[in-house]
C-alpha cells in the first residue's frame, strides 16, 4: 500500500507562494497520475491539480494560472507550487493517486495526513 506524507504547508500573508510536496512510498505512486486535492472547513475536499504519467496537466478553474503541479518519478514525490495566494485559498492539501472515469478524476488508495495552508494577514 502507498503511504504519502504531504508537507512544505504553513501561514503566509496574501499574494505570498508556498511549494507542498507530496513523498510517496511504493513504486506504483510513480506510474499513476496523481492530484492535489484541499478541504476547507466546512467544504467538501476539491481537486485543484493533476498531473498524469506522461506530464500532462489541469487545474480547478480557481488556482489555474497561480497554481503549478510537477512530479519528480525518480523521487516519488509531486509538488505544488502556490503563488499569489489568497485567503480563499486556506484548507488543509492532500496529494493523493487519482483514476480517471469518464471526464472525471477521482482519488485511488490512501490519503496522506494533508498539509495546513493558512492565507491571512
Known amino acids: 500500500q502507498v503511504r504519502l506524507v504531504e508537507s512544505g504547508g504553513g501561514l503566509v500573508q496574501p499574494g505570498e507562494s508556498l511549494r507542498l510536496s507530496c513523498a510517496a512510498s511504493g513504486s506504483i505512486f510513480s506510474i499513476n497520475a496523481k492530484g492535489w486535492y484541499r478541504q476547507a472547513p466546512g467544504k467538501q475536499r476539491e481537486l485543484v491539480a493533476v498531473i498524469t504519467s506522461g506530464g500532462s496537466t489541469s487545474y480547478a478553474d480557481s488556482v489555474q494560472g497561480r497554481f503549478t503541479i510537477s512530479g519528480d518519478n525518480a523521487k516519488n514525490t509531486v509538488y505544488l507550487q502556490m503563488n499569489s495566494l489568497k485567503p480563499e485559498d486556506t484548507a488543509v492539501y492532500y496529494c493523493?493517486?487519482?483514476?480517471?472515469?469518464?471526464?472525471?478524476?477521482?482519488?485511488?488508495?490512501?490519503w496522506g495526513q494533508g498539509t495546513q495552508v493558512t492565507v491571512s494577514s
Open positions: 493523493a493517486g487519482v483514476n480517471l472515469r469518464g471526464n472525471s478524476w477521482f482519488p485511488s488508495g490512501s
